[in-house]
């Protein structure tokens, strides 16, 4: 995976540390269909968020409990407190910053598109390509929003996961499908064979972080400061790797 792509991005600045309520598990949104940051594999929530998830529960003292969710309900259960912190490939923009405070970002990613092999060049710009096909996304997230923006014209499809979609794609029901670049191309080596490969255009440029409530300052803190342990260590860059072994 190219280097300029996923990166591993420092803290942005040192944060005191709060007391952290030891007292009850870290109950952890996850919205498990984003291999392989979050998915579930043999009923078990597995991948980089989760492992994630268990290194900051254990730098807090606390257990951590996942609360799986459609990714269109993240971030209202979180508002409703029925969540403490959201850990599933979630990018910072400018609408949840509005509402959340985020973590410091621990990685970089973009927007690519997973294509059949025959139209890999049909789509190179995919700027222009893509302006009246049929696209398949994830409805909420940040790839449904730039194709809302950037392909005004394109036929939105809509599916539950990406492995939902690649298989829609593989089948010929959609031309394409949009997402963070860690799952297309975690999609790209598992369906290989069925002639799925990842398009040359990267569509955005944007860093991966967990929000939280902005009046849980005191959680905000602790996890930043786990956080900059972990990147310190190494752990952070383990996991990631774990995952990603493409990752540079």
């Not at 498990?32 to 991948?47: C, S």
Request: aromatic share 8%; charged share 25%; no cysteine.
């Amino acid at each position: 995976m190219p280097a300029w792509l996923l990166v591993f991005v420092s803290p942005l600045s040192s944060t005191s540390v709060h007391a952290a309520d030891s007292s009850s598990p870290l109950r952890v949104g996850v919205a498990p269909t984003m291999p392989p940051m979050i998915f579930k594999e043999g009923g078990k929530v597995v991948g980089a968020e989760a492992d994630l998830a268990q290194v900051l529960g254990r730098e807090l003292h606390r257990s951590v409990t996942f609360v799986e969710l459609d990714w269109i309900d993240l971030l209202d259960a979180l508002e409703a407190g029925k969540i403490d912190i959201v850990m599933s490939s979630m990018s910072i923009t400018r609408a949840r910053l509005a509402r959340f405070a985020f973590s410091d970002p621990y990685l970089r990613v973009g927007q690519m598109a997973l294509v059949r092999a025959d139209d890999k060049f049909r789509f190179s710009p995919l700027g222009s390509g893509l302006g009246s096909q049929k696209v398949g996304l994830i409805k909420g997230t940040t790839a449904d929003l730039l194709a809302q923006q950037e392909f005004p014209r394109a036929k939105r499809k809509y599916y539950k996961s990406g492995e939902e979609a690649a298989q829609a794609l593989a089948k010929k029901k959609i031309d394409a499908y949009i997402s963070d670049s860690t799952m297309i191309w975690y999609l790209a080596g598992k369906y290989e064979t069925e002639g799925l490969v990842v398009a040359s255009t990267v569509f955005s440029d944007e860093t991966l972080a967990w929000p939280m409530r902005r009046s849980d300052q005191g959680l905000v803190d602790s996890v930043n400061q786990a956080l900059k342990s972990m990147n310190q260590s190494g752990e952070l860059n383990q996991v990631l790797k774990r995952w990603m072994p493409k990752l540079q």
